[in-house]
């Protein structure tokens, strides 16, 4: 029987036990001892996080599951993101702004990049919905000309910031924009963002069978202790690096 690796189930209870200690221990310092012990289960549940919502993703199937995954690792960045935010006391936006930026060099260069390689090597000719990919690149150039270039070239505030209505215009827009996307991926033109079908000549991959009934409630059940855990570690290993 199929079922989730051990380590994405106990890494996770190990992870939110450690950061409930970690914030009801005595003193006002934690130790670094702790500290070191706790960046690797925040990794940990990160990766537990992404597997259990990828197995989920798996059961309910396109294009329902590509955006459960992306929700579970847009809860993780941006947990990580006002983490960091919030143990600076001056609220550095260009954190922000450099991890959006970086997200997006590492999904466009990154992993578009090794898939590319990867499939090359496999399958040698690789066929993909080429409307779903060019509606998605669309949005995702559009956000990022919005939240990263057009700043620069406003003079409301000082420096390469949004004056707050702006900011209010351009974040309706922004969820304007994405709900539409959304609308277009779920409904309206639902068949161009399924997969398509196999490579002929390869038969059908058993990572794509759907999950047995155990596996999936187990990934139910840890999917969201995964995301409390990278929550709650983030949030401890933000304090310290917001000190240096």
Known sequence: MIRNPAWTLAAPI??????????????ETTSVFLLLLAAPFLFL????AVHHAEVIAHRVGQPFGSILLALA????????????LLADPAGDSPVARD???????IV?????GVCLLVGGIRYHEQGFQGR??????GVLGTLAVLGLVLPNFTVGEPGPVYAPAQLIFVAVVSLSLYALFLFVQMFSHR?????????????????????????LI???LALPVSLVAVVMLAEILADPVGEK
Request: hydrophobic share 50%; no cysteine; glycine share 8%.
């Open 218 to 220: 187990s990934s139910l």
């Open 14 to 27: 190990v992870a939110l036990g450690l950061s409930f200690f970690i914030e009801h221990q005595a003193g």
């Open 191 to 215: 068949d161009d963002f399924l997969d398509i079908g196999e490579p002929q000549g390869h038969g059908h991959d058993h990572a794509h069978e759907p999950p047995p009934r155990r596996m």
């Open 73 to 84: 690792v847009t809860i993780i960045e941006v947990s990580l993101i006002v983490s960091v």
């Open 99 to 105: 991890t959006v930026f970086a997200a997006i060099m």
């Open 108 to 112: 466009l260069n990154g992993i578009v």
């Open 45 to 48: 549940s990160v990766f537990s």
């Open 132 to 137: 779903s990919a060019t509606a998605a690149l």
